[in-house]
């Protein structure tokens, strides 16, 4: 089971210029909203038709501009669970789920309900049914119809905060079972590490090449990568050899290779130290600061610090407890080189 | 008092109705998905009536389906009939005078639907026509409702394009209102009078109805909203 999918759309100035390659496995495209993701997967689906390229599931070819196949989307075998699900209102769970039976028995169907423990309410009607139970009945009506692929848009994003917990553990169960290709599109990095394997950035209409997610998320190579990946400071940086400098910061360091191309570096909140902290064989670079601001979070505190010197703002994480030592010892932070990510623009 | 005019006038705004339904939903539907300037003419064109006077529409009428005209004559050669004057003329007119009614009202039923459920559908592998009734139809009920009780109550009070294709033939092509016509142009004001009480009730039954509807909508739509809060 695999899908491949290089498509070209125009919407007015913004270009859409995909190109994915996909196992069994679940795929996330991760971007900001607006990025192109959603229509991305309704061009799989059949929903907009791409200007060019090509759309291949296994072996059946779902698009080809070039030889002008174009296959309604009822062809495509492709399963999509919609933002906002697009239940049917006129029908009950169970001819929501049903309603595809030409190619679900009624067993199969009473198999669904049961799975997604949607027993009892098969007569009630989508508006008397809670966020969760919604997602459950558009997940089982999906999976009736016997998809080959399936796409989840923003699952999660109509759900509260203490549900989304609940049904991430549901879908992630669903993908599962469910064992062939899977695309899921979302913007929350957690839920991206948490559910796929592997990932691309899509920016601007256009996706990066697809990575395993861990390299995605401790390796970035561009700034979209690092931005959706959670980093809060990104600094422009300019390379000449193996130094670099971030004026914002009024630091330069060295690295091991002689680098060329890179534009910005980013540096994760938590991965900042208290001079006290470093170990002393690691390499750094040590900032004087100030504290801007202190905002309580959880298990942290995230001080906005102003380095001596530097022009913008630096975003620092700390476990609570080691934040009175800070007080004690304050002025001078770390930031050790080797988790300085180092980024480029975007794809060549 | 022979209430032959009321039956008249019920059996030809039903017998329209249906006819205007059919097109109108067929209209809507086709219409909605065709490129932009083919849709503007086409709205133009079928949205005309509702502006023209009906006794243009009357004329029309009979300028097309007269024994002189193309159709009138070969209709009288072959089937030995002719339209005008008959009260199934009368339907003619009432269906191009209530035709633009329904087919906006429905139309914006469809253009209000959501269309992420004709998606799913699609998705799902289902027809179009599975869709189109099982999907698109009982979704937009309360707009298809609306546009039939209009219909229904313009094609009842139809005067203008009326009278001029089917005149007033007493117990043949008399309707409501060209029978209060005819009274009062007779001089027997007493009969205008009751012909007038029951179109006064006609019309109050046909409101009365559509703010049921109406009222049901708002009512159900709220009950949703209110489920989805909690």
């Not at chain 1, 996909?22 to 059949?46: F, P, Q, Y």
């Not at chain 1, 902290?277 to 100030?290: G, N, Q």
Request: charged share 20%; hydrophobic share 45%.
């Amino acid at each position: 089971m695999s899908l491949y999918c290089k498509i070209q759309k125009r919407l007015g100035r913004f270009l859409l210029d995909v190109e994915l390659d996909v196992g069994d496995e679940v795929l996330a495209l991760l971007g900001a909203s607006g990025c192109g993701k959603s229509m991305t997967l309704r061009c799989i689906a059949g929903i907009e038709k791409p200007d060019h390229g090509i759309i291949v599931l296994d072996d059946k070819t779902l698009f080809d501009s070039k030889k002008r196949i174009n296959l309604p989307p009822k062809q495509r075998k492709t399963g999509m669970l919609f933002q906002d699900y697009a239940l049917f209102p006129n029908m009950s769970v169970l001819e929501n789920i049903s309603i595809s039976a030409s190619r679900a028995s009624r067993s199969d169907v009473d198999a669904l309900i049961t799975t997604f423990r949607l027993e009892g309410l098969e007569n009630h009607h989508p508006y008397q049914l809670s966020g969760g139970q919604r997602q459950r009945c558009a997940l089982a009506r999906m999976l009736a119809s016997g998809p080959d692929l399936i796409m989840l848009d923003e699952p999660f994003s109509a759900l509260d905060t203490f549900l989304r917990w609940q049904m991430e553990q549901e879908v992630a169960a669903t993908i599962k079972r469910f064992g062939k290709t899977v695309l899921l599109v979302s913007h929350n990095r957690d839920e991206v590490y948490r559910l796929c394997s592997r990932a691309s950035v899509i920016c601007s209409g256009k996706n990066e090449p697809i990575r395993t997610k861990h390299d995605l998320f401790f390796h970035p190579h561009t700034y979209a990568d690092a931005l959706l990946t959670g980093c809060k400071n990104i600094f422009e940086a300019t390379a000449s050899g193996r130094q670099i400098s971030i004026p914002a910061l009024c630091a330069t360091f060295t690295t091991g290779t002689t680098v060329s191309d890179i534009e910005y570096i980013g540096i994760r909140a938590k991965k900042i130290l208290p001079f006290f902290m470093k170990s002393l064989d690691a390499r750094t670079i040590d900032l004087h600061y100030e504290i801007l601001s202190v905002t309580e979070s959880m298990f942290s505190y995230i001080l906005l610090v102003q380095p001596i010197g530097g022009s913008q703002p630096l975003y620092w994480e700390i476990e609570k407890e080691k934040y009175p030592e800070i007080r004690q010892h304050k002025s001078i932070l770390s930031i050790p080189v080797k988790e300085i990510m180092l980024l480029r623009e975007a794809r060549e | 008092m022979d209430l032959f005019p009321l039956c008249n006038s019920i059996r030809i705004s039903l017998i329209a109705t249906a006819i205007t339904l059919a097109l109108g939903i067929l209209c809507a539907y086709h219409i909605a998905r065709l490129p932009g300037w083919i849709k503007g003419i086409m709205d133009t064109f079928l949205t005309i009536p509702m502006v023209l006077p009906p006794t243009v529409v009357g004329y029309l009428i009979l300028v097309t389906t007269s024994p002189k005209s193309a159709l009138g004559s070969f209709l009288k050669t072959t089937l030995s009939t002719t339209i005008t004057m008959k009260w199934y003329a009368a339907v003619i007119a009432v269906v191009i005078v209530t035709f633009p009614l329904m087919y906006r009202t429905v139309r914006s039923a469809f253009e209000s639907f959501d269309e992420n459920l004709l998606h799913a559908g699609r998705t799902l592998g289902l027809s179009n026509s599975l869709i189109f009734r099982r999907i698109l139809l009982p979704n937009c009920r309360s707009g298809i409702l609306a546009g039939i009780v209009l219909s229904f109550a313009r094609g009842i009070g139809e005067y203008g394009a009326t009278s001029m294709v089917a005149g007033y033939i007493a117990g043949k092509t008399a309707t409501v209102s060209t029978t209060v016509a005819y009274y009062w142009q007779t001089n027997q004001d007493d009969l205008a009078m009751r012909w007038v009480l029951i179109n006064l009730s006609i019309s109050f039954a046909v409101m009365l109805t559509v703010n049921y509807f109406d009222k049901k909508n708002t009512s159900s739509k709220r009950r949703q909203s209110d489920v989805t809060l909690l």
